[in-house]
């Protein structure tokens, strides 16, 4: 019989491997090689607009932790995203290639057949682990094409309190059949009940799961679809215990939901912003928006601003463990979204034909053991420059597909233009004759 071994079983094993032969001499000289080549960790925070941050300047103090992270951070001030929503941006980011290219345009979207194999994960050396987690499940999509080339994708349900999440630990055997089951007969179908009698049941154990976290969260608990809760704090503290235990080198891919809508923060920052002196501008009506009060829009944007809080927070104790494992001695960290969020001109969220800079202009920071002081650069840079910066940093091959640049101040900012894309009603092999473009 003969028996096949995929990229990423054989990583696996070869990571085992390595353990028992870490006496042989040649073992050593090879494991020290490795110690000197650059981690890379990217942690990404779903919906978060630059605009709304208070590192930025942005009025409210939103981000108490990372303004003082950046004091010893690369700080970019004009960064986009490829696009307005998760599937454009995260796949630019992912990538290293413009949405006309990967045509990752509508809500379904994988990247195109071409890009499977051209990915952050693939462009690195087979010396490095690699290692994905998401929330959103429009991620884990991508996350599924590039499976090939990841080390350890953690699946999206390991940090579900509730939804799928339930459905996993209840049938750990036959996690695949369950799954298939519970989207097809229990699933809410039109927001307000579920589909079969016997679903009840589902619902009465999927509330009692969920209960002991209410008083935690008083605008609900944290979700991605109607039903799968999760705790930010669950997946970082997981993460902060499993990224210290990992070969290395690795590429790490922590792609997080808050604040992403439904704005449902801790109950310590909930009404933080509530009676603020907060003042809120009146612009122009957009011509494809809903009109929607001034009231709604403030109460929806302090909502927002408190979630941000959240992560804020949640982030910050993770750097904290990351530099108090001595981790950050051989990694570079960096912090970016990927789009943003608006609430001006009638538009609530992002999702929208109209490309306004709090949609897409979005933040990164990049932590390195060097930088000690802050640096600020003000050169207008993309998501798609990730790819090739971080092969750069980690002194690996180029990836001849990206379309992206070295950021500055790792090489001289290039003479270009920078580029949004919204084709939500684009089918990815036609043309984009229905798309707005920045």
């Known amino acids: ?32 090689s490795l110690e000197k080549k650059q981690n890379i960790l990217i942690v990404v925070f779903d919906a978060l607009s630059a605009y709304h941050l208070s590192m930025y300047g942005y009025s409210r103090a939103t981000t108490p932790n990372l303004a003082k992270l950046a004091e010893r951070a690369i700080v970019y001030h004009n960064h986009f995203a490829g696009g307005n929503y998760t599937v454009t941006g995260a796949a630019s980011l992912l990538t290293g290639a413009l949405p006309w290219k990967h045509r990752a345009f509508r809500f379904n979207d994988g990247v195109s057949n071409e890009y499977v194999h051209k990915n952050i994960f693939s462009a690195f050396d087979e010396s ?15 996350l599924n094409q590039f499976a090939d080339d990841i080390t350890n994708y953690i699946p999206y349900e390991q940090f579900l309190i509730s939804g799928s999440g339930l459905i996993q630990s209840i049938f750990k055997n036959d996690d695949d059949i369950a799954n298939i089951g519970w989207s097809r007969n229990s699933v809410k179908t039109d927001g307000t009940s579920y589909s079969l009698f016997l679903s009840e049941i589902y619902k009465r154990i999927n509330e009692s799961k969920i209960e002991a976290f209410k008083k935690d969260f008083p605008r609900g608990i944290p979700a991605t679809r109607d039903d799968d809760h999760f705790l930010l704090e669950d997946a970082i503290d997981f993460l902060s215990g499993e990224i210290v235990k990992i070969p290395q080198p690795f590429l790490g891919y922590f792609h997080f939901m808050p604040p992403h809508k439904p704005y449902t923060t801790h109950r310590d920052f909930y009404g933080a912003f509530a009676n603020d002196d907060f003042k809120y501008i009146e612009k122009t009506q957009d011509p494809f928006a809903p009109v929607h009060s001034a009231r709604f829009m403030l109460r929806q944007r302090a909502e927002y601003d408190e979630y941000i809080l959240y992560l804020d927070r949640e982030f910050g104790k993770f750097f904290e463990s990351l530099e108090s494992s001595g981790l950050l001695e051989n990694t570079t960290v960096v912090f970016t979204s990927d789009h943003g969020e608006l609430f001006e001109r009638g538009i609530q969220g992002h999702i929208t034909p109209s ?25 207008k840079t993309s998501a798609v420059d990730l790819l090739p910066t971080l092969l750069h940093l980690a002194e690996q091959k180029s990836a001849d597909w990206t379309d992206g640049a070295i950021l500055p101040p790792f090489a001289p900012a290039p003479e270009r233009n920078i580029y949004a894309v919204q084709a939500a009603n684009t089918d990815p092999d036609s043309p984009l004759e229905q798309s707005t473009i920045m």
Do not use: C, E, G
Request: aromatic share 12%.
């Open 128 to 142: 490095y682990y690699r290692i994905a987690y998401t929330h959103n499940p429009n991620v884990v999509r991508f």
């Open 1 to 32: 019989m003969t028996h096949f071994v995929s990229r990423r079983d054989f990583l696996k094993l070869a990571a085992l491997t390595s353990l028992s032969l870490s006496a042989l001499p040649s073992r050593a000289a090879n494991q020290l």
């Open 355 to 379: 490309l306004y800079q709090p949609i897409v202009r979005i933040p990164l920071m990049i932590f390195q053991s060097d930088v000690k002081k802050r640096v600020d650069i003000y050169d």
